[in-house]
């Protein structure tokens, strides 16, 4: 692949590999990394590896679980080539979890203690913007139905 620009300065070079690690996902009990490969100045493919600890949610109690994710991004910038500025990014992923729970299904009956395992396929959608500085760290904000 040639890259041809009409501006008079070349743009920004990027790494083609980042792997990052999500800050914020202690909050809430978990650990997020994600690998993201550069496949074109307008795409890239992230796939990311979650570990969740205890979690309550609703009347169930997640024990645990994991989840592997897969994005497949495209930039929208004309400006500055991938992984760089704004994208929109249709994905797919899997989560796995266990629960230890009591459960009230109506007053006429007892609680009934349910213990199991939940797997979940999905399909999203992603919209975010990435900005890398000092050509090392990245900040990746984004958000979307899934």
């Known amino acids: 692949v040639q890259n041809v620009w009409a501006q008079e300065s070349?743009?920004?070079?990027?790494?083609?590999?980042?792997?990052?690690?999500?800050?914020?996902?202690?909050?809430?009990?978990?650990?997020?990394?994600?690998y993201e490969r550069v496949l074109s100045n307008d795409k890239s493919l992230q796939i990311g590896l979650l570990y969740q600890s205890k979690v309550d949610a609703f009347d169930a109690n997640l024990t645990g679980g994991f989840g592997l994710d897969a994005d497949l991004r495209f930039y929208l910038s004309n400006k500055k080539p991938a992984p760089y500025g704004f994208?929109?990014?249709?994905?797919?992923?899997?989560?796995?979890?266990?629960?230890?729970g009591i459960?009230?299904?109506?007053?006429?009956?007892p609680p009934t203690d349910e213990k199991g395992n939940i797997n979940r396929i999905s399909l999203g959608l992603v919209v975010g913007g990435q900005w890398i500085f000092k050509n090392k760290v990245t900040l990746d904000v984004w958000g979307g139905p899934g």
């Open 10 to 34: 070349e743009p920004p070079s990027y790494k083609a590999n980042y792997v990052k690690l999500n800050l914020l996902s202690p909050i809430f009990n978990s650990l997020h990394a994600a």
């Open 87 to 100: 994208f929109v990014a249709p994905g797919l992923s899997y989560r796995y979890y266990k629960y230890d």
């Open 103 to 109: 459960y009230f299904f109506d007053i006429d009956n």
